[in-house]
């Protein structure tokens, strides 16, 4: 890997995501060296995903570089590497392009999606985790209303524009909301000679609640505002399967759709040599104990979404949020520096900063700890968070003017299929 030797202890984050990054900034100027590896060569900022996914911004201003956010750190290096395997006996791990020894190895790999065993939405739904995932997605749903328009078969042209989320979370509701923005603002204009009214987008939860993480209010404001917007709610429904053409439910329901979107579960990204056994938990995420230290390992940490520490409070560990990711990784690269300094580790205790989700324009809802709230405020307030958030300048700039632009203009100018996109159907 060309890692040169150093007389500083070697600390190995695997993971340039929310915590992976505010690890890294925490060790920056301390006597140490930091190896950052990460299959992608840019940070994803996955809330604003969807909005990649449905033509409201482009994907180079929610994704960042890397090596930028590392690049006036001394003792610093950035490998493009997909890690296969950590050897926790020879404190080693094996990656595509090399093996690398560690001191500390400290696990921030994130989640992935969810299918809980179903071949069948694996192999023929639309994921929305990362950025090509996105691309496929916008490429797809802008596929489909080309060949609404030019097939002569109702059946055909109904599937084609009919979307099909399952997953009420934030995702689905944030992608629903959009998808029916588009419905109403873009298809008209692009597509005058398609009956787009004819275009349906369905929401499927399996529970009896949307946003179910969020107040009661919340959940039933973000219900008001996708059904004003014309989003059919499906709850206490459970998909099956999907085999490209038909969704089949747990009740006689079915739903006839060239497009599902599957955002109803994720998991934790363990990796092999900590992903079986005692390491990890039913979701997939590596045990850890309060300082985020791997149960039974004293130089492996894990943090983030792929982090599960349980508490009294919390038995399932912490919500798979940026929030607890950013925090966990600050606070690790204190108590490294602490456990190098052989001091004692100060536990991890989540400061919970709210829930919030957008359903479009002019409408969101907020769960602060003590102040809820929906409608535009919130929406203003959805906004500013998320462009606090973002990393880079630039990005927040292009965000910004993007947003702007489209409120004024009723538009979404990022609707190119740069990158066809066909699916291959699987039984
Ligand atoms: C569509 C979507 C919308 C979301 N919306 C919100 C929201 O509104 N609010 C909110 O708080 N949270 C939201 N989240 C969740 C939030 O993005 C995650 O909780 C957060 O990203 C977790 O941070 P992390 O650092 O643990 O993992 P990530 O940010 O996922 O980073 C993990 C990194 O590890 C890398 N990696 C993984 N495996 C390997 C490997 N084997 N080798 C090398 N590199 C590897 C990945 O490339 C990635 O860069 C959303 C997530 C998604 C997908």
Redesign the pocket.
């Known amino acids: 890997m060309n890692i040169p030797k150093s007389s500083f202890p070697r600390i190995i984050i695997?993971?340039?995501?929310?915590?992976?990054?505010?690890l890294a900034k925490k060790l920056s100027k301390q006597e140490v060296q930091v190896v950052l590896?990460?299959?992608?060569n840019?940070?994803?900022?996955?809330?604003?995903?969807?909005q990649v996914s449905t033509g409201g911004l482009e994907p180079d201003s929610i994704a960042y570089p890397?090596r930028k956010v590392l690049k006036d750190f001394p003792n610093f290096f950035f490998r493009l590497?997909?890690?296969?395997e950590i050897n926790t006996e020879k404190n080693k791990v094996i990656?595509n392009i090399g093996e690398l020894k560690f001191d500390y190895l400290v696990v921030?790999?994130?989640?992935?999606t969810n299918f809980f065993g179903n071949a069948s939405i694996k192999a023929n739904s639309m994921e929305?985790?990362?950025v090509p995932q996105?691309l496929n997605l916008r490429s797809l749903i802008l596929e489909n209303f080309e060949e609404a328009l030019l097939t002569t078969d109702l059946h055909e042209r109904n599937a084609l524009m009919n979307f099909v989320i399952v997953g009420a979370g934030?995702?689905g509701v944030?992608?629903a909301g959009a998808l029916a923005e588009i419905k109403k603002g873009i298809l008209p204009k692009d597509y005058p000679d398609l009956d787009t009214r004819l275009a349906q987008i369905n929401l499927v939860q399996s529970g009896d609640k949307i946003l179910k993480e969020m107040s009661d209010k919340a959940s039933k404001k973000a219900e008001d505002f996708l059904e004003k917007l014309g989003v059919q709610i499906w709850k206490n429904v459970r998909v099956t399967g999907y085999d490209g053409k038909i969704v089949t439910t747990n009740s006689d329901l079915t739903f006839e759709t060239a497009t599902m979107v599957w955002?109803a579960g994720?998991k934790g990204?363990a990796?092999k040599g900590l992903d079986s056994g005692q390491f990890v938990s039913r979701g997939n995420r590596i045990l850890v104990n309060q300082f985020n230290q791997v149960k039974g390992v004293d130089n492996i940490f894990a943090?983030?979404?792929?982090?599960q520490m349980e508490t009294e409070d919390l038995p399932c560990g912490h919500?798979?949020?940026?929030?607890?990711?950013?925090q966990q990784?600050k606070l690790l690269g204190d108590n490294l520096l602490r456990l190098l300094d052989k001091k004692p580790m100060k536990p991890f205790v989540y400061k919970d900063k709210g829930?919030?989700?957008t359903v479009g324009r002019n409408k969101a809802v907020v769960d602060l700890p003590n102040f809820k709230f929906q409608g535009v405020f919130a929406w203003f307030v959805w906004m500013f968070v998320?462009l606090f958030f973002l990393i880079g300048f630039r990005n927040k700039m292009v965000v910004f003017v993007n947003w702007v632009y489209n409120y004024i203009r009723f538009d979404r100018e990022a609707r190119l299929i740069i990158r066809p996109y066909k699916k291959k159907l699987k039984s």
């Open positions: 695997i993971g340039g995501g929310f915590a992976g990054i505010a590896l990460d299959k992608h840019y940070h994803t900022f996955q809330p604003l995903l969807y890397i590497a997909n890690v296969k990656t921030a790999s994130g989640s992935k929305m985790k990362t996105s934030p995702t944030e992608l955002a994720v990204a990796i943090i983030g979404d792929v982090a919500p798979m949020m940026a929030q607890p990711a950013i990784g829930t919030m989700a998320h």
